[in-house]
């Protein structure tokens, strides 16, 4: 099945990324990476209007939503929260100082803790992490990843992908205890590039596919099932937002594109039949 999306945004961003919905206050966030921004908007009959701009002095790879509606980010090297009165406070240093890495993607999972992976800035391979935050500070999941990029829960486990190997990684999850099982490969995309992720209330992964220009609906074992197409060949990320979590907004980029086609660095939106998951908010516990 294939569906066709749609131009959502006027802005064109240089790399967006990491859509999340915010149920509460009927909001939509994600980032500009390079341009080291975060975005709310609000989404109205398919379109996406940006109605603020949040701008910090480095790259920002990731922002989730707390309970009382302050943000939490993701810098190049900390994660910083947010306050809903803007007061800015560092949580926890994810990377060295000076690291020759960066965080990119994160996500919070079903009991409220925050994961946030990492990619090398230089010619490194195999030395990225995925660490999560909670109320006893730091743990690191893995600590030789590629390029850690989209997480998704799907029930009691939980899927993370490494962009450059093309792996989607499953491992089993007890959100109440923070306890995980070994990691395992649950499928490999030779096609493109996976980027971010998100999960559908039917058990099935949405996977943005850089350099392809499409999500693409998988099953948990990596069955194809249907591809969103955007006509931007760096299809980054997808959330489903909305009052009912029924429309699919897609980021984009510019990036590394000698000619930014019309559409490309936009966001995007299409109806796909199906529903996402509540996006779970931070809890400082």
Known sequence: MTFTAGPASAEVYSLGEGPIWDAARQRLLWVDIVAGAVYEGVLDDGMVTATRRHTFGSTVGAVAVSEDGGLIVAGKETLTRVGPDGRRTELARVLPEGARSRLNDGAVDPAGRFLVGSLAQDDRHGEEVLARLDGTGLTYLDTDLVLSNGLAW??????????IPGTVWVRDYDADTGKTGPRREAFTIT????????????????????????????????????????????????????????????????????????????LFTAKVGVRGLPTPYWVSK
Not at 155 to 160: C, T
Not at 208 to 219: D, K, S
Not at 223 to 252: K, N, Q
Request: glycine share 16%; proline share 7%; charged share 20%.
């Open 154 to 163: 799907v029930g009691d486990r939980f899927y993370s992908v490494d962009t």
């Open 191 to 266: 096609d493109g590039k996976p980027d971010g992720m998100c999960a559908d209330a039917e058990g099935n992964l949405w996977i943005a596919n850089w350099g392809l220009g499409r999500v693409e609906c998988r099953t948990p074992t990596g069955e194809l099932l249907a591809t969103v197409e955007t006509g931007a060949p760096h299809t980054s990320s997808a959330a489903f937002a909305g009052p009912d979590l029924d429309t699919l907004v897609i980021t984009t980029s510019i990036q590394g594109l000698t000619g930014p086609g019309p559409g490309d660095g936009r």
